[in-house]
């Protein structure tokens, strides 16, 4: 190995010839390095199967069920679902627009927002969010599976984290084949359930049971909820994008992601409103039963269980891209397979009855920092770096010395003033804001999180370019 070759493979965590348009089945070793030009492939209609896929799992179906209880009703549920859907779903094609550009995944990116240490903060909190996802889909994957096939629950974990693991481990090209295909499925088997609940007489014209004040009380906790959810995929955009070419056409990365992630979210979230309206008062998933003969019953909840396996592997391998920017001298296969015995023995150990609506609390309060930070690094790269034409070399992002610095004291400061000053408009069950309070539980934290952290950022960077010392940088 030549001089230049071993500069860059520690600079970068893996040789250059890692990756490229191989074999679906061909191990990917690139870890988190830089994606020259000439390995490039794909094309960005992918970008809609590879964001409609990890969603084909139950939890969706569950938050969208969860405005029944509200007493939003059919309607009503089904408008602040597709209005926090699209606001979502344009962060994360905001993001993935930045993959073919800069030819990295999401997190290494804030380097230049946050420095190469600082970055280490949010890099670390989007780590345990994809180990905290992978163990949910890995519990709601195996209740699923097990109840259907009566068989253990403890060695249907198991599997569901041994092929999770495995998929996650071969990296991006299965990934993307995977989401074809589950893509496919569900589109066919959603549809059919989507048609039969509505000859049942499931979902519209489900009259709501609140009005006036506390109706929109009731629609802003359901929007704000599902905003969060869908927005905490933005950490992931580029993840799934960087092997694009570089000239591919930034309209049409954004329009896919966009399209995929929202038609997602949305079917799963209103299919879950649909059938709530069955049993108001009731399980979500036993609504399955009175909607759907048994044959069809069985078939759903199978695609579901086992659709859990490609969202779990989703979160595993960006799990390791985000352990690798930490600047862990680790294998990213070695990464992936650690992150998912973790998330396995969590899914043992604490996947009881209180598990879900426990840890989706922990993942709800840990989500909080994702606004903000989606908020400097948009502002970051589509301003400061002009949408990715004065981003600087991208040496820069994997040294210490390079000239994004080892802190950027503006983009941590605007994360973290950001999420301070929300913290009374927060609303969960761990911990509600007097402004939450007075708004009956509606979080609107997230939005006063992102304004504020982007006007910080924005203001900083201004202040910074417009010193001698700043030109100079420039």
Known sequence: MSDSTAQKTTAFGEP?????AGSTLALERRGIAHVPTNQRYGNPRNQFTVRFAPVIYLAGIYLGASGGPLGLGFTGSVTAIVLANILGSIVTGLCAVMGPRLGMPQLP????????????????????????????????GAKSLADLLNAPYAPTVVVVAAVSI?????????????????????????????????????????????SGANYWLAWSVLFTAVFGYTASWAPYASDYSRYLPQDSKPSSIFTAATAGLFASTTWMMCLGAGLITLMPDGDVLD???????DW?????????????????SVNLYSGAMNTLTCDVKLPQWVTVTIAGVIGMVVALVFGGDQFQSNFLLFLHVLS?????????????YYVVQRAGRNTLAVENFYT??????????????????????????????????????????????????????????????????SSPAGRVRR
């Open 16 to 20: 250059p010839s890692a990756g490229g």
């Open 109 to 140: 990116m804030g380097r230049a927002a946050f420095g190469y240490v600082g970055n280490f903060l949010p890099a670390f909190l989007t780590l345990l969010m994809c180990i905290g996802y992978y163990s949910v889909g890995t519990v709601l």
């Open 166 to 210: 495995l998929i996650g481990i071969f990296g991006y090209k299965i990934l993307h084949t995977m989401g074809k295909i589950i893509t496919n499925l569900s589109i066919v088997v959603l549809t059919v359930v989507s048609v039969v609940l509505i000859v049942h007489g499931g979902g519209p014209g489900t009259e709501a049971t609140v």
């Open 287 to 293: 609504t399955f039963g009175i909607a759907l003969p």
């Open 296 to 312: 069809l019953r069985y078939v759903v909840l199978l695609t579901l269980g086992l659709s859990a396996i490609p969202h779990n």
């Open 368 to 380: 909080y920092y994702i606004t903000p930070w989606v908020a400097v690094l948009l502002v970051d």
């Open 400 to 465: 210490r010395t390079g000239a994004f610095g080892r802190f950027n004291t503006a983009g941590l400061a605007a994360l973290i003033v950001g999420v301070i000053v929300s913290v009374p408009f927060m609303a969960n069950d761990f911990y509600t804001g007097p402004i939450g309070a007075d708004l009956a539980g509606a979080d609107l934290s997230y939005f006063v999180s992102a304004i504020v952290a982007a006007v910080i950022y924005l203001i900083a960077r201004r202040a910074s370019s």
